[in-house]
Antibody
Framework: EVQLVESGGGLVQPGRSLRLSCAAS????????MHWVRQAPGKALEWVSG????????DYADSVKGRFAISRDNAKNSLYLQMNSLRAEDTALYYC????????????????WGKGTTVTVSS | DIQMTQSPSSLSASVGDRVTITCRAS??????LNWYQQKPGKAPKFLIY???TLQSGVPSRFSGSGSGTEFTLTISSLQPEDFATYYC?????????FGQGTKVEIK
């Protein structure tokens, strides 16, 4: 079964750090780009960061650039998100997603999602 | 970054109704547009890619159209299980962005 399981969320004070992990199983992890998407309570989905299969291409949303760092370990089938200088507005459910490519090429979509891990930033 | 704007933000409809949701991009994205469905307390589910190609297993009452900056998601005959929030997302740029969502509620 194709599965993504996030962990590492919790309650953290503003300004502190947290590291999220995502364990992948049921597919060849290094065949896929991976992303983090978050959703604040009652709000829309917000793309946070993405990383190519070989870590050669990494992108961030402006809202987290310079504070968050995405990484992956293909040997461990794992994706990570190091979150530093956390703010109240980073409070959200963080989803790990797999990005697949269409058979015809050029089109990419997030076809597998984990259940998410909750990050709460509060003093 | 490319901004994605959906309209309406919410709508009320009855079972059997035809429903159309619009998504506009701040610049041309050709057909690099995906649609997702999210039910309360659940992770999003991928529905459509390349603006109009249904993911395997997605009912044919769902359809997508558009190119450039304007796109639509249509549900031809709304079913009880379709009440959810729908999001568009562009994959034209590696910095991905989602629309703000459209909540489809029961009338």
């Amino acid at each position: 079964e194709v599965q993504l399981v996030e962990s590492g969320g919790g309650l953290v004070q503003p300004g502190r750090s947290l590291r999220l992990s995502c364990a992948a199983s049921g597919f060849t992890f290094d065949d896929y780009a991976m992303h983090w998407v978050r959703q604040a309570p009652g709000k829309a989905l917000e793309w946070v960061s993405g990383i190519s299969w070989n870590s050669g291409n990494i992108d961030y949303a402006d809202s987290v650039k310079g504070r968050f760092a995405i990484s992956r370990d293909n040997a461990k089938n794992s994706l990570y998100l190091q979150m530093n200088s956390l703010r109240a507005e980073d409070t959200a459910l963080y989803y790990c997603t797999r990005e697949a490519g269409a058979p015809e090429g050029y089109y990419y979509y997030m076809d597998v999602w984990g259940k998410g891990t909750t990050v709460t930033v509060s003093s | 970054d490319i901004q994605m704007t959906q309209s309406p933000s919410s709508l009320s409809a009855s079972v059997g109704d035809r429903v159309t949701i619009t998504c506009r991009a701040s610049q041309s994205i050709s057909t690099y547009l995906n649609w997702y469905q999210q039910k309360p307390g659940k992770a999003p589910k991928f529905l459509i890619y390349a603006a109009s190609t249904l993911q395997s297993g997605v009912p044919s009452r769902f359809s997508g159209s558009g190119s450039g900056t304007e796109f639509t998601l249509t549900i031809s005959s709304l079913q009880p299980e379709d009440f959810a929030t729908y999001y568009c997302q562009q994959n034209y740029r590696t910095v991905r962005t989602f629309g703000q969502g459209t909540k489809v509620e029961i009338k």
